[in-house]
């Protein structure tokens, strides 16, 4: 399976972005789907996951109220929208994808990883 994301940049905090991340090479709607990110000098941290059908939706507590994660199986896309950014959301984004029957938090549960995009926050 080969993930592609895209979508990161920079902007000012209150405003918004919206990460996708392309899947190949694999029926789509048989894996979970994940946003993990990771700041400089922190570990990788679970962001957000959304079942293999798309019908269950997870989020970080910190991001709840403000990200919302979204799967279109016919486009093999799994979205990430972000408002109300804040500085502290600034990190590199990684898309994941899991075999699993389930949506884990912990990054070592999946089996292909995106290459990163960047999001910066400025105050």
């Known amino acids: 399976v080969q993930l592609q994301a895209s979508g990161g940049g920079l902007v000012q905090a209150g405003g918004s972005l919206r990460l996708s991340c392309a899947a190949s090479g694999r029926t789509f709607s048989s894996l979970g789907m994940s946003w993990f990110r990771q700041a400089p000098g922190k570990e990788r941290e679970f962001v957000s996951g959304?079942?293999?059908?798309?019908?269950?939706?997870y989020y970080a507590d910190f991001v709840k109220g403000r990200f919302t994660i979204s799967k279109d199986n016919a486009k093999n896309t799994v979205y990430l929208q972000m408002n109300s950014l804040k500085p502290e959301d600034t990190a590199v984004y990684y898309c994941?994808?899991?075999?699993?029957?389930?949506?884990?938090?912990?990054?070592?549960?999946?089996?292909?990883w995106g290459q990163g995009t960047q999001v910066t926050v400025s105050s």
């Open positions: 994941a994808a899991t075999t699993r029957s389930y949506v884990p938090y912990m990054s070592y549960a999946y089996d292909y």
């Open positions: 959304i079942s293999r059908s798309g019908g269950g939706a």
